[in-house]
């Protein structure tokens, strides 16, 4: 696949539109060449015939192909950066600055000292200090050009800069030191204050500025690295040990307030959630009310933003300790009207109800509800691979109800609509799960059914009850195994 065909392969619908729109904008002729090489690539991707398309466009004509092909690449790329131009401020703050440089030739400084100034507060209010140091090596360049400029006001401001920059990038390489340990070391858990010992031994090596340490700027920032390295790492063990340390640090020095609230309330999040990963749900309870009055605090004016995380605290841990609470809690959030307008309102009512009453043995209100999520609109906007997920667990709660001829009928919708998926070595359990259940429908004794019974303790030996907790919608593992 060449990088042309790469980057088509990466636009979505909106993209492609405002291309086209973009393509349009000098001549809208529908026969354009340019148009109609780049909707064959769109719909050829895979099987993309060079050959053939250059022939039909042009005939023999290989040189004005190569031109058509050159011209198109160069269009992609103008259209996804004025499209994109408003989304990354960085690239709007050197927008001002390359538009300076442009009226700088034209020699209207003014006009050029605009945009400098234009960049210049746009780059203060995201504190984009790379970005700063160019802007003023700028103007500190025009003060030649221009008397009313006040240089010695910004050779302070370009010092200052400097040094707002060297700590950032001091702040970066102890970060980089830090994720890279952590990524390097073996698994934490059991090992008291084992993390904490890498983060310690990373700072005094490479913090040159004592101050930085107990910078509140620098520890968020440790606190964010460390918990996404060891989430991505599994180890929750670890995991909790930091967050709990780290909880009650912020907490007993006074350092969550206003401005960090937000923070203060992701923390309690991965808290919950982690806590409920170590088995320890009464505890993850515990900081789930700590989160309910979090969220009620500085006038509550974070609470909707976080509302659908505290339900979920909820659903999670009473789904195993008392699932008619469970079921409650979800009726509750159900009729909620800040729950209601989220995009995962749909997925996290339907399929959390549906997997309740699945535990509970109420195969039919388990159909019910999987049901009414497969055939509602918003299915649509999630995940191919979570699609599957559920569509399996689909399978798994009819054929508890014995409902053997609608499960036939779905393999085969399965293997139509998730082919694509289903050819990915990634997803190679679910593969065998849809033969293992396409083998199930038809034996009537299971433990004489020798190679049927290798295959389902092949399958089950592949990753831990643990993992396929976490990857499956309904434990793959944990199923076939009250089977054998």
């Known amino acids: 696949m060449n990088i042309l065909q790469k980057i088509i392969a990466t636009l979505n619908k909106e993209e492609s539109r405002f291309y086209k729109l973009f393509a349009s904008r000098t001549n809208s002729n529908k026969e354009r060449k340019d148009v109609l090489l780049f909707d064959y690539i769109k719909r050829h991707n895979e099987d993309y015939d060079e050959q053939y398309i250059s022939k039909k466009l042009y005939k023999d004509n290989k040189n004005a192909f190569y031109q058509l092909k050159n011209r198109l690449f160069k269009d992609l790329n103008k259209s996804m950066m004025l499209q994109h131009l408003p989304r990354e401020k960085d690239i709007y703050i050197l927008q001002s600055v390359l538009l300076s440089r442009v009226y700088k030739r034209k020699g209207d400084v003014e006009l050029s000292f605009y945009y400098l100034k234009k960049a210049e507060g746009k780059a203060l209010e995201i504190e984009a200090f790379e970005l700063l140091a160019i802007i003023y090596a700028e103007i500190i360049k025009f ?15 370009q010092k200052e800069n400097k ?11 102890i970060l980089a030191a830090v994720s890279y340990r952590i990524k390097t070391a073996q698994n934490f858990s059991g090992k008291n204050e084992a993390v904490l010992n890498v983060l310690e031994n990373a700072v005094t090596e490479f913090a040159k500025n004592k101050d930085i ?13 460390i918990s996404r390295i060891l989430l991505q790492k599994h180890d929750f063990h670890a995991l909790e040990e930091y967050l709990l340390h780290a909880y009650q640090e912020f907490t007993t020095e006074k350092i969550f307030n206003k401005t960090n609230h937000e923070h203060k309330l992701m923390m309690l999040i991965y808290l919950t959630n982690c806590l409920y990963k170590t088995h320890k749900l009464k505890k993850s309870l515990e900081f789930a009310e700590i989160l309910r009055k979090g969220m009620d605090e500085y006038g509550g004016f974070l609470r909707d933003k976080f509302l659908f995380y505290y339900y979920n605290a909820l659903v999670i841990n009473y789904s195993v300790l008392d699932k008619v609470e469970a079921l409650k809690i979800l009726e509750e959030a159900r009729k909620n009207p800040i729950i209601k307008q989220l995009p995962t309102y749909t997925v996290f009512i339907y399929l959390n109800t549906a997997l309740v009453y699945f535990d509970q ?29 559920i569509y399996l667990a689909s ?16 393999i085969k919708y399965i293997h139509r609509i998730y082919k694509a998926i289903l050819v990915n070595e990634d997803f190679s359990r679910d593969t065998q799960l849809i033969d293992v259940i396409s083998k199930l429908i038809y034996c ?23 993992t396929a907790d976490d990857v499956d919608v309904i434990n793959y593992n944990l199923w076939l195994k009250s089977k054998l």
């Open 444 to 466: 009537n004794n299971l433990h004489q059914d020798k190679k049927l019974l290798a295959q389902i303790n092949t399958l089950v030996a592949e990753i831990s009850d643990d």
């Open 143 to 157: 003060s030649y050009d221009m008397v009313s400029i006040d240089v010695e006001e910004y050779i302070a401001k």
């Open 163 to 173: 040094t707002k920059l060297d700590q950032i990038q001091e702040i970066d390489q």
């Open 361 to 389: 043995g109420k195969y039919r209100m388990a159909i019910k509800n999987l049901s009414r999520l497969l055939l509602h609109d918003d299915f649509v906007d999630i995940g191919k691979s979570f699609q599957l997920k």
């Open 395 to 410: 399978l798994i709660i009819r054929y508890e109800l014995g409902d053997f001829d609608t499960i036939e009928s779905r």
């Open 213 to 225: 340490p107990k910078s509140p700027k620098f520890r968020f920032k440790v606190y964010l690295t």
